[in-house]
Protein backbone atom coordinates (compact mmCIF):
# COMPACT_ATOMS: atom_id res chain seq x y z
CA UNK A 1 0.00 0.00 0.00
CA UNK A 2 1.54 3.12 -0.90
CA UNK A 3 1.57 6.35 1.19
CA UNK A 4 -1.69 8.25 1.27
CA UNK A 5 -1.30 12.41 1.11
CA UNK A 6 -4.34 13.42 2.23
CA UNK A 7 -4.82 13.18 6.34
CA UNK A 8 -8.42 14.52 7.47
CA UNK A 9 -7.08 15.81 10.75
CA UNK A 10 -4.75 18.44 9.04
CA UNK A 11 -7.49 18.79 6.40
CA UNK A 12 -9.72 20.04 8.75
CA UNK A 13 -6.92 22.39 10.32
CA UNK A 14 -6.45 23.91 6.66
CA UNK A 15 -10.41 24.39 6.46
CA UNK A 16 -10.48 26.24 9.92
CA UNK A 17 -7.55 28.60 8.86
CA UNK A 18 -9.68 29.13 5.23
CA UNK A 19 -12.55 30.16 7.94
CA UNK A 20 -10.12 32.54 9.58
CA UNK A 21 -8.99 33.97 6.11
CA UNK A 22 -12.45 34.63 5.56
CA UNK A 23 -13.24 36.20 9.11
CA UNK A 24 -10.67 38.38 8.67
CA UNK A 25 -11.89 40.02 5.61
CA UNK A 26 -15.28 40.41 7.04
CA UNK A 27 -13.63 42.46 9.76
CA UNK A 28 -11.89 44.29 7.55
CA UNK A 29 -14.91 45.03 5.43
CA UNK A 30 -17.10 46.00 8.73
CA UNK A 31 -14.19 48.17 10.04
CA UNK A 32 -14.75 50.19 7.03
CA UNK A 33 -18.07 50.46 7.52
CA UNK A 34 -18.27 51.51 11.56
CA UNK A 35 -15.60 53.84 10.26
CA UNK A 36 -17.73 55.86 8.28
CA UNK A 37 -20.83 55.70 10.19
CA UNK A 38 -19.05 56.68 13.34
CA UNK A 39 -19.51 60.62 14.38
CA UNK A 40 -17.10 60.44 17.37
CA UNK A 41 -13.59 61.03 16.06
CA UNK A 42 -12.11 59.31 18.98
CA UNK A 43 -14.01 56.20 18.43
CA UNK A 44 -13.00 56.43 14.61
CA UNK A 45 -9.63 56.72 15.05
CA UNK A 46 -9.82 53.87 17.23
CA UNK A 47 -11.27 51.77 14.74
CA UNK A 48 -9.07 53.00 12.31
CA UNK A 49 -6.28 51.64 14.29
CA UNK A 50 -8.29 48.06 14.36
CA UNK A 51 -8.27 48.19 10.20
CA UNK A 52 -4.70 49.18 9.83
CA UNK A 53 -3.89 45.75 12.52
CA UNK A 54 -6.59 43.99 10.79
CA UNK A 55 -5.15 44.06 7.53
CA UNK A 56 -1.68 43.62 8.73
CA UNK A 57 -3.34 40.26 10.22
CA UNK A 58 -4.49 39.53 6.88
CA UNK A 59 -1.05 39.30 5.28
CA UNK A 60 -0.29 37.27 8.66
CA UNK A 61 -2.74 34.75 7.74
CA UNK A 62 -1.92 33.83 4.39
CA UNK A 63 1.75 33.46 5.13
CA UNK A 64 0.55 30.81 8.26
CA UNK A 65 -1.93 29.08 5.32
CA UNK A 66 0.80 29.12 2.74
CA UNK A 67 3.75 27.85 5.62
CA UNK A 68 0.79 25.07 7.14
CA UNK A 69 0.83 23.51 3.54
CA UNK A 70 -2.47 22.34 3.16
CA UNK A 71 -5.30 24.56 1.19
CA UNK A 72 -8.82 24.34 1.88
CA UNK A 73 -11.99 26.20 0.72
CA UNK A 74 -14.14 27.78 4.39
CA UNK A 75 -16.91 25.69 5.26
CA UNK A 76 -19.52 26.72 3.37
CA UNK A 77 -22.38 27.81 6.54
CA UNK A 78 -20.19 30.61 7.28
CA UNK A 79 -20.61 32.66 3.83
CA UNK A 80 -24.20 32.70 4.24
CA UNK A 81 -23.62 33.81 8.11
CA UNK A 82 -21.22 36.22 6.77
CA UNK A 83 -23.71 37.44 3.75
CA UNK A 84 -26.89 38.36 6.46
CA UNK A 85 -23.81 39.66 8.95
CA UNK A 86 -23.01 42.17 6.04
CA UNK A 87 -26.71 42.81 5.44
CA UNK A 88 -26.45 43.86 9.47
CA UNK A 89 -24.01 46.17 8.97
CA UNK A 90 -25.81 47.77 6.58
CA UNK A 91 -29.29 48.18 7.87
CA UNK A 92 -29.85 52.09 8.83
CA UNK A 93 -32.32 50.70 11.40
CA UNK A 94 -29.62 49.05 13.84
CA UNK A 95 -28.31 51.51 15.89
CA UNK A 96 -23.90 52.33 16.25
CA UNK A 97 -24.08 50.21 19.12
CA UNK A 98 -25.53 47.01 17.59
CA UNK A 99 -23.09 47.37 15.08
CA UNK A 100 -20.73 47.76 16.69
CA UNK A 101 -21.52 44.25 19.51
CA UNK A 102 -22.01 42.56 16.24
CA UNK A 103 -18.41 42.94 15.35
CA UNK A 104 -17.31 42.10 18.59
CA UNK A 105 -18.42 39.02 18.88
CA UNK A 106 -16.92 38.56 15.38
CA UNK A 107 -13.96 39.54 16.99
CA UNK A 108 -14.13 37.03 19.75
CA UNK A 109 -14.71 33.87 17.43
CA UNK A 110 -12.10 34.98 15.51
CA UNK A 111 -10.03 34.51 18.20
CA UNK A 112 -11.10 31.64 19.90
CA UNK A 113 -10.61 30.14 16.02
CA UNK A 114 -6.87 30.70 16.75
CA UNK A 115 -6.80 29.00 19.70
CA UNK A 116 -8.72 26.33 18.17
CA UNK A 117 -6.16 25.50 15.68
CA UNK A 118 -3.08 25.74 18.16
CA UNK A 119 -5.31 23.25 20.72
CA UNK A 120 -5.83 20.97 17.21
CA UNK A 121 -2.27 21.46 15.81
CA UNK A 122 -0.50 20.12 19.46
CA UNK A 123 -2.72 16.97 19.26
CA UNK A 124 -2.02 16.59 15.43
CA UNK A 125 1.92 17.17 15.51
CA UNK A 126 4.56 19.56 16.77
CA UNK A 127 5.44 20.73 12.34
CA UNK A 128 2.23 22.56 12.75
CA UNK A 129 2.91 24.66 15.75
CA UNK A 130 6.14 25.50 13.87
CA UNK A 131 3.82 26.53 11.08
CA UNK A 132 0.92 28.81 12.46
CA UNK A 133 3.27 30.08 15.09
CA UNK A 134 2.65 33.34 13.95
CA UNK A 135 -1.25 33.02 14.80
CA UNK A 136 0.15 34.27 18.09
CA UNK A 137 0.65 37.55 17.19
CA UNK A 138 -2.71 37.76 15.55
CA UNK A 139 -4.69 35.98 18.60
CA UNK A 140 -3.54 38.14 21.58
CA UNK A 141 -4.26 41.44 19.27
CA UNK A 142 -7.40 40.27 18.50
CA UNK A 143 -7.65 39.95 22.49
CA UNK A 144 -6.68 43.58 23.03
CA UNK A 145 -9.16 44.49 20.25
CA UNK A 146 -12.17 42.84 22.31
CA UNK A 147 -10.87 45.22 25.03
CA UNK A 148 -11.35 48.19 23.26
CA UNK A 149 -14.67 47.32 21.61
CA UNK A 150 -16.05 47.05 25.08
CA UNK A 151 -15.03 50.36 25.79
CA UNK A 152 -16.28 51.76 22.69
CA UNK A 153 -19.70 49.74 23.26
CA UNK A 154 -19.72 51.48 26.87
CA UNK A 155 -19.07 55.06 25.35
CA UNK A 156 -21.84 53.98 22.64
CA UNK A 157 -24.37 53.00 24.59
CA UNK A 158 -24.17 56.02 27.17
CA UNK A 159 -24.27 58.41 24.54
CA UNK A 160 -27.13 56.36 22.96
CA UNK A 161 -29.06 56.23 26.25
CA UNK A 162 -27.96 59.90 27.83
CA UNK A 163 -26.84 61.85 24.95
CA UNK A 164 -23.28 62.27 26.68
CA UNK A 165 -20.36 61.19 26.18
CA UNK A 166 -19.03 58.14 29.52
CA UNK A 167 -16.78 59.25 31.88
CA UNK A 168 -13.04 60.39 31.03
CA UNK A 169 -11.49 57.08 32.79
CA UNK A 170 -12.76 54.96 30.17
CA UNK A 171 -10.25 54.57 28.25
CA UNK A 172 -7.45 54.88 30.93
CA UNK A 173 -9.17 50.99 31.79
CA UNK A 174 -9.37 49.52 28.69
CA UNK A 175 -5.65 50.32 28.16
CA UNK A 176 -5.03 48.55 31.26
CA UNK A 177 -6.43 45.51 30.39
CA UNK A 178 -4.30 45.42 27.00
CA UNK A 179 -1.49 46.41 28.38
CA UNK A 180 -2.45 42.86 30.62
CA UNK A 181 -3.02 41.21 27.54
CA UNK A 182 0.75 42.17 26.23
CA UNK A 183 2.21 41.12 29.36
CA UNK A 184 0.82 37.71 28.69
CA UNK A 185 1.72 37.40 25.02
CA UNK A 186 5.50 38.96 26.01
CA UNK A 187 7.40 38.81 23.24
CA UNK A 188 5.14 37.08 20.88
CA UNK A 189 3.87 40.11 19.79
CA UNK A 190 5.12 41.55 16.88
CA UNK A 191 4.22 44.39 14.67
CA UNK A 192 6.72 43.26 11.65
CA UNK A 193 5.34 40.08 10.88
CA UNK A 194 4.38 40.26 7.39
CA UNK A 195 7.75 41.56 6.85
CA UNK A 196 9.57 38.95 7.13
CA UNK A 197 12.73 38.46 5.01
CA UNK A 198 13.76 35.35 2.50
CA UNK A 199 16.01 33.71 4.68
CA UNK A 200 13.72 33.60 7.79
CA UNK A 201 10.85 31.95 5.63
CA UNK A 202 12.82 29.58 4.56
CA UNK A 203 14.71 28.08 7.66
CA UNK A 204 10.68 28.12 8.61
CA UNK A 205 10.48 25.41 6.26
CA UNK A 206 13.39 23.75 7.33
CA UNK A 207 12.50 23.74 10.89
CA UNK A 208 8.84 22.26 10.05
CA UNK A 209 10.11 19.75 7.73
CA UNK A 210 12.47 18.56 10.62
CA UNK A 211 9.54 18.58 13.14
CA UNK A 212 7.89 15.50 10.81
CA UNK A 213 11.15 13.82 10.11
CA UNK A 214 11.80 13.40 13.71
CA UNK A 215 8.03 12.78 14.13
CA UNK A 216 8.16 9.90 11.76
CA UNK A 217 11.38 8.89 13.63
CA UNK A 218 9.44 8.88 16.87
CA UNK A 219 6.39 6.26 15.96
CA UNK A 220 6.33 3.03 14.74
CA UNK A 221 2.25 3.50 14.34
CA UNK A 222 1.98 2.74 10.24
CA UNK A 223 -1.18 5.67 10.28
CA UNK A 224 0.50 8.42 12.00
CA UNK A 225 3.58 7.07 9.72
CA UNK A 226 2.04 7.55 6.49
CA UNK A 227 0.36 11.11 8.02
CA UNK A 228 3.56 12.83 8.99
CA UNK A 229 5.34 11.33 5.42
CA UNK A 230 2.40 12.46 3.66
CA UNK A 231 2.98 16.18 4.85
CA UNK A 232 6.57 15.72 4.46
CA UNK A 233 6.23 15.02 0.63
CA UNK A 234 4.02 17.84 0.31
CA UNK A 235 5.86 20.42 2.03
CA UNK A 236 9.45 19.25 0.37
CA UNK A 237 8.29 19.04 -2.93
CA UNK A 238 6.38 22.72 -2.59
CA UNK A 239 9.60 23.90 -1.17
CA UNK A 240 11.49 22.57 -3.61
CA UNK A 241 9.87 23.89 -6.74
CA UNK A 242 9.17 27.31 -4.98
CA UNK A 243 13.25 27.63 -4.61
CA UNK A 244 14.26 26.55 -8.19
CA UNK A 245 11.55 28.69 -9.67
CA UNK A 246 12.45 32.32 -7.63
CA UNK A 247 15.35 31.67 -5.00
CA UNK A 248 18.30 29.92 -6.89
CA UNK A 249 18.40 31.57 -10.33
CA UNK A 250 18.28 34.96 -8.67
CA UNK A 251 20.80 33.75 -5.98
CA UNK A 252 23.26 32.29 -8.64
CA UNK A 253 25.30 35.18 -9.79
CA UNK A 254 26.04 35.59 -6.00
CA UNK A 255 27.15 31.64 -5.33
CA UNK A 256 29.36 29.03 -7.63
CA UNK A 257 28.07 26.40 -6.20
CA UNK A 258 23.78 27.08 -7.04
CA UNK A 259 23.92 23.82 -9.26
CA UNK A 260 24.76 21.65 -6.27
CA UNK A 261 21.42 22.61 -5.16
CA UNK A 262 19.52 21.72 -8.01
CA UNK A 263 21.15 18.62 -8.20
CA UNK A 264 20.46 17.71 -4.35
CA UNK A 265 16.41 18.58 -4.62
CA UNK A 266 16.37 16.46 -7.85
CA UNK A 267 17.89 13.27 -6.25
CA UNK A 268 15.33 13.99 -2.85
CA UNK A 269 12.57 14.30 -5.59
CA UNK A 270 13.80 10.89 -6.51
CA UNK A 271 13.37 9.66 -2.95
CA UNK A 272 10.19 11.11 -1.69
CA UNK A 273 8.66 9.42 -5.36
CA UNK A 274 10.35 6.20 -4.16
CA UNK A 275 9.08 6.45 -0.03
CA UNK A 276 6.04 7.22 -1.43
CA UNK A 277 5.12 3.99 -3.82
CA UNK A 278 6.64 1.90 0.05
CA UNK A 279 3.83 0.22 1.95
CA UNK A 280 4.24 2.08 5.50
CA UNK A 281 2.59 -1.47 7.33
CA UNK A 282 6.75 -2.28 6.70
CA UNK A 283 7.75 -0.33 9.46
CA UNK A 284 11.10 -0.97 9.51
CA UNK A 285 11.82 -0.79 5.57
CA UNK A 286 9.41 2.73 5.84
CA UNK A 287 11.63 4.00 8.24
CA UNK A 288 14.52 3.09 7.09
CA UNK A 289 14.25 5.27 3.77
CA UNK A 290 13.02 8.24 5.75
CA UNK A 291 16.11 8.28 7.68
CA UNK A 292 17.97 7.85 4.58
CA UNK A 293 15.89 11.13 2.99
CA UNK A 294 16.40 12.82 6.61
CA UNK A 295 20.34 12.39 6.27
CA UNK A 296 20.05 14.21 2.52
CA UNK A 297 17.58 16.60 3.26
CA UNK A 298 19.64 17.62 6.63
CA UNK A 299 23.10 18.00 4.42
CA UNK A 300 20.87 20.31 1.44
CA UNK A 301 19.87 22.56 4.71
CA UNK A 302 23.33 22.92 5.85
CA UNK A 303 24.04 24.36 2.77
CA UNK A 304 21.93 26.50 2.21
CA UNK A 305 21.97 28.22 5.67
CA UNK A 306 26.00 28.14 5.72
CA UNK A 307 26.71 28.94 2.57
CA UNK A 308 23.28 30.31 0.47
CA UNK A 309 21.79 32.58 2.75
CA UNK A 310 25.44 34.17 3.55
CA UNK A 311 24.89 35.05 -0.21
CA UNK A 312 21.63 36.47 -0.14
CA UNK A 313 22.54 38.01 3.37
CA UNK A 314 25.41 40.30 1.77
CA UNK A 315 24.44 40.46 -2.31
CA UNK A 316 20.60 41.88 -1.45
CA UNK A 317 19.13 44.74 0.75
CA UNK A 318 16.68 44.68 3.28
CA UNK A 319 13.60 45.24 0.60
CA UNK A 320 15.04 42.62 -1.65
CA UNK A 321 14.74 39.96 0.91
CA UNK A 322 11.40 41.25 1.55
CA UNK A 323 10.26 40.91 -2.18
CA UNK A 324 11.68 37.50 -2.41
CA UNK A 325 10.11 36.32 0.29
CA UNK A 326 7.02 37.64 -0.54
CA UNK A 327 7.43 36.22 -4.16
CA UNK A 328 8.55 32.72 -2.65
CA UNK A 329 5.02 32.50 -0.75
CA UNK A 330 3.03 33.38 -3.88
CA UNK A 331 5.22 30.47 -5.74
CA UNK A 332 4.79 28.37 -3.21
CA UNK A 333 0.89 29.79 -2.20
CA UNK A 334 -0.17 29.15 -6.43
CA UNK A 335 1.54 25.21 -6.13
CA UNK A 336 -0.74 24.69 -3.59
CA UNK A 337 -3.36 26.22 -5.15
CA UNK A 338 -2.78 23.86 -7.75
CA UNK A 339 -2.71 20.80 -5.77
CA UNK A 340 -6.19 21.87 -3.96
CA UNK A 341 -7.91 22.04 -7.66
CA UNK A 342 -6.43 18.96 -8.48
CA UNK A 343 -7.77 17.18 -5.66
CA UNK A 344 -11.27 18.42 -5.68
CA UNK A 345 -11.91 17.45 -9.96
Not at 197 to 208: A, F, G
Request: one cysteine or more; a negative charge; hydrophobic letters at 40%.
Amino acid sequence: MSVALEDNKRTAIAVKLADMKATQNVLIANEKSLISACPDREITNRLEGFLRDDQKNLGIIDTVIVQYGIKAEPNPSIQKEFADLGKMMQDTDLTLFEKVAKHELLKHTQAMAGVLVHKAGQVVGADIAVAIAPLNAVNFENRGHEEQLKGIMESLSTMELTGKPSDSGLWSRVQDSIAALSGIAGSIISRNDTEVKICDLIRLDHTKVFALLSQIATTDDPQELQEHFGQVYKDLCTHAAAEEEVIYPVVRPYYNDIQSLYDEQAEMKQTLEQIKAMDCEDTVAFKAAVEILAADVNAHVKEEEDEMFPRINSSFGDDQQKQLATDFMNAKSKIQDQRLVSASS
